[in-house]
């Protein structure tokens, strides 16, 4: 079945250090999101990719940094200039912009990272 | 900034029906209206989506008004399982899902 993966589920990681969250889908969608989401909270864009070697910042950017190399794979590297990295971060795709609005958006079950 | 308005948290009894309501009041012509609900530690689920009619899949209802400016979700028979946060979403080609708040559902037995 065709679906997003997100791993790993849970992720812990030292204050200062560099660490990357891998999103893979098998859509062939085009676009792809990073959502961070802070308990009690909706979801907030951080990053995403409309199409392979190209990407936009979200509302909330700054100390985060993606590739698109690849249309299966967006993953998001959380830098240690984030001030607040502990967060539930969700991927999701899309097919391309001009039929997004008949089909949605798919997304995938999350990592929960943590900084100590 | 999300476009819709929703309540912060309902209840329902446990095999009742759940209406959720959403206003969406500068929605564009060409806009979908599309619902999601996240249950906790989860990624959103897809629930429902409508432009202009009423549209009914095997989880849910939405009825769309007719000058479009607002929305019901209907969970016709609500159980345990369907207690969670609920998101109205109005979607653009152009941009990004804009999340609000949603709506946390609870469901009583």
């Known amino acids: 079945d065709g679906g997003i993966t997100q791993s790993p589920k849970y992720l812990f990681r030292k204050e200062g250090q560099n660490v990357t969250l891998s999103c893979e889908q098998n859509?062939?969608?085009?676009?792809m999101y990073w959502y961070r989401q802070d308990p009690g909270q909706g979801l907030r864009l951080i990053y995403y990719?409309?199409?392979?070697?190209?990407?936009q910042k979200g509302d909330i950017a700054e100390g985060y940094s993606v590739s698109r190399e690849k249309k299966e794979s967006f993953p998001l590297t959380v830098t240690s200039a984030q001030k607040n990295p502990t967060a539930f971060y969700l991927c999701?795709?899309?097919?391309?912009?001009?039929?997004?609005?008949?089909?949605?958006?798919?997304f995938g079950s999350g990592t929960r990272l943590t900084v100590v | 900034d999300a476009k819709t308005t929703q309540p912060t948290s309902m209840d329902c009894a446990e095999g009742r029906a759940a209406n959720l309501p959403c206003n969406h009041s500068?929605?564009?012509?060409?806009?979908?209206v599309y619902w999601y609900r996240q249950i906790h530690s989860q990624g959103p689920q897809y629930i429902i989506h409508?432009?202009?009619n009423n549209e009914t899949n095997e989880m849910a209802s939405l009825i769309i008004t007719e000058d479009r400016k607002s929305s019901t979700l209907i969970l016709p028979h609500a159980t345990l399982r369907d207690t969670a946060v609920y998101y109205c979403?109005?979607?653009?080609?152009?941009?990004?899902?804009?999340f609000g708040k949603g709506t946390r559902l609870s469901v009583i037995a």
């Open positions: 999701a795709s899309s097919i391309d912009r001009r039929q997004r609005d008949l089909y949605g958006y798919t």
């Open positions: 859509l062939n969608h085009d676009a």
């Open positions: 990719s409309q199409i392979v070697n190209d990407f």
């Open positions: 500068t929605i564009s012509g060409n806009e979908y």
């Open positions: 409508g432009l202009k």
């Open positions: 979403i109005v979607l653009s080609g152009n941009t990004p899902l804009v």
